[in-house]
């Protein structure tokens, strides 16, 4: 793999990074300037600061704010982010610990992915949407924009204890609308300058904002979630203010969005190679979503090299099962078409699913102890995505748990059509959601208190997070969770190989040109997936370019680095001690990760 050592390899932070090293006074320094831009980026991002519960106290207020979506404020992001690479690089590197090291370099990624963003001056390009896997040139598209988000994270984030949590609730829907139109004009804005989503995303888009629509304002998740949390602490009946809200703001608001939206004249384009700096663009969101300097032909290349080897891998096990005839793709979709292999395509079915999840949960917690000594508890609620989000929303997802325990990690299950399902592809989707993926890194965060804010509020490195929850999914064969399920591993396999099937549609997409279809079609005889799902993640893709490629690039690098540590140390190498040193690392771009782990292999040859 070609991962650029540019950050730290010739510079004196990298040999910061070895345990032990002398510090001078200047860790104090630093930390008063990471204390001072986390107190910025809270105030900046005050869903941030819900989701981590840290909108109490003197950042009470922040809890009635949403952030501010204009362009306005959006189109000086940029310049935020080198006013603060300009300070953090004030401070020597030489003279910090470790630790401090660390956090200088992670930070800095973290701002330079940030200011470069600035050069694209359209979509969501900024440290936020580089740290949430949101990057992209949409401002609204089937799966961003305030349509799709602000219900969610106020009924699952937004906590109703007392009448001040309710008004700040109230609060946060005048916001609402007043983000709506924000969206709204910077998406005429972006239209001017020929940046239109295609038309196969612009029609999901607008059938979820016309049946947003269709929902009388009374009966509105905004509206009822708020009603029901106030009731159930005494607070009185909400609905009445709520609804009004709703009726006379906010729907009004995503009325005007709709018209926007319908007035637009996209093309079947799929590729972010039509815009203005197309390739730049790219190689920036290929930058974003793998923190590596790979180019889109050696994504594509990879890809490509993966996807037989492991091809050639899941035929053997076919055969193994009576399966022998058709391409490996041909085979898996029969697979995932046999009834004895799918739940009830119904609620009930659904609800089968919900209760199978907890089950693997469980057992995969039984097993940490071969793969940790962090003994973390990582919490993890299972729930169904929104019905009302289901359409553009991806096929999983996990919102990591707050930082004073109060709410756990949320693994979502898009369970929009049961037969995207088959029993043997649920367990590795929950080791890579739940534990020992997402939850379990993310729980390092929440619960030790080991990372200082800053570390966490900038923890959304795509190769990193994405790439450890799929080398999750390896740690539970390799220690045995499938040696009575032979079709649970053929579907390990499976998602593995889809992973590796995203490094090829993605830089096909965007960096060669294929149309939608081409990627659809390509894709389903790489996975043999339902085609419902497969066209459901061509289009993500076409929504977020870049963010797929993370997943088997940082996969890739974990399992080279580990390889490398274990060949350096032979007997003395220890499997929990590897995967303790990656998720105490936090989450860093690739190229630090490879620093660290360098560091800790010399530390323990010495």
């Not at 204009?70 to 630790?99: E, I, M, N, R």
């Not at 936020?128 to 896997?133: D, I, V």
């Not at 929902?215 to 607070?235: D, F, M, N, Y």
Request: glycine content about 8%; hydrophobic content about 40%; aromatic content about 6%.
């Amino acid at each position: 793999m070609n991962i650029s050592r540019r950050h730290l390899l010739a510079s004196a932070a990298a040999a910061a990074f070895v345990p032990g090293t002398a510090f001078a006074a200047t860790d104090t320094q630093i930390d008063a300037l990471f204390a001072q831009l986390s107190d910025a980026l809270l105030v900046d991002t005050p869903e941030l600061a819900t989701a981590l519960a840290l909108d109490k106290g003197k950042r009470a207020p922040l809890k009635s704010r949403l952030s501010d979506a204009s362009w306005a404020h959006t189109g000086q992001d940029h310049v935020f982010c080198s006013d603060w690479l300009a300070k953090l690089k004030a401070v020597p590197a030489a003279g910090l610990s470790a630790d401090a090291a660390l956090n200088k370099a992670v930070t800095e990624y973290a701002l330079e992915l940030g200011r470069d963003g600035g050069r694209f001056g359209f979509g969501q390009n900024t440290l936020g949407a580089a740290m949430s896997e949101s990057a992209g040139p949409y401002v609204v598209s089937q799966q961003s924009g305030s349509y799709v988000s602000t219900a969610e994270f106020l009924d699952s984030q937004h906590t109703v204890e007392t009448k001040a949590d309710a008004q700040a609730w109230l609060g946060r829907m005048e916001d609402f609308a007043k983000v709506l139109d924000q969206e709204t004009d910077r998406v005429k804005r972006d239209a001017g300058m020929g940046v239109v989503m295609p038309d196969f995303l612009m029609a999901t888009t607008l059938g979820q904002l016309q049946a947003t629509l269709k929902v009388p304002a009374e009966q509105q998740r905004i509206v009822g979630s708020l009603t029901e949390k106030a009731k159930a602490k005494g607070l009185g009946d909400y609905a009445p203010q709520a609804t009004k809200i709703v009726a006379d703001k906010i729907l009004p608001a995503m009325n005007r969005q709709l018209a926007a939206l319908a007035a637009l004249k996209p093309t079947h384009d799929a590729g972010v190679w039509k815009l203005k700096d197309g390739e730049a663009y790219y190689d920036w969101l290929l930058k974003v979503g793998t923190t590596t300097t790979m180019t889109p032909d050696e994504v594509h290349k990879m890809g490509l090299e993966q996807n037989n080897a492991l091809e050639a891998r899941m035929d053997g096990l076919l055969k193994k099962q009576g399966l022998s005839k058709g391409t490996v793709g041909e085979r898996m979709t029969a697979l995932s078409h046999d009834p004895k292999n799918l739940f009830p395509e119904n609620d009930a079915g659904r609800e089968q699913i919900i209760a199978y999840l907890n089950k693997l949960v469980g057992q995969s917690r039984s097993q940490m102890p071969k793969l940790s000594a962090l003994k973390l508890k990582a919490p993890v609620l299972v729930k169904r995505v929104p019905p009302d989000i289901q359409d553009g929303a991806p096929q999983g997802y996990m919102n990591s748990g707050s930082l004073d325990g109060s709410r756990p990690s949320i693994y979502y299950i898009n369970l929009k059509h049961v037969s995207t399902w088959p029993r043997y592809s649920l367990p590795t989707l929950t080791h890579h959601e739940g534990i020992p993926g997402h939850a379990w890194q993310g729980a390092y965060l929440t619960e030790t208190g080991k990372l200082p804010l800053i570390r966490i509020l900038l923890s959304g490195f795509n190769a990193y997070v994405e790439g450890w929850a799929l080398y999750a999914e390896q740690l539970t064969d390799e220690i045995g969770m499938y040696e009575d399920d032979p079709l649970g591993r053929l579907g390990w396999l499976a998602g593995l190989k889809m992973r590796a099937g995203r490094l090829v549609v993605d830089t096909g997409l965007h960096a060669k040109r294929w149309t939608r279809e081409h990627a659809i079609d390509w894709f389903q005889n790489c996975t043999g997936s339902p085609r419902n799902g497969v066209t459901s993640e061509v289009d993500r893709y076409c929504a977020s370019p870049g963010q797929a490629c993370g997943y088997k690039v940082g996969h890739t690098e974990l399992v080279r680095l580990r390889e490398k540590m274990h060949g350096a140390l032979g007997a003395k190498f220890d499997l929990r001690d590897y995967n303790d040193t990656v998720v105490k690392a936090g989450a860093v771009p690739m190229t630090v990760l490879a620093q660290v782990i360098d560091a800790h292999t010399a530390a323990l040859k010495r």
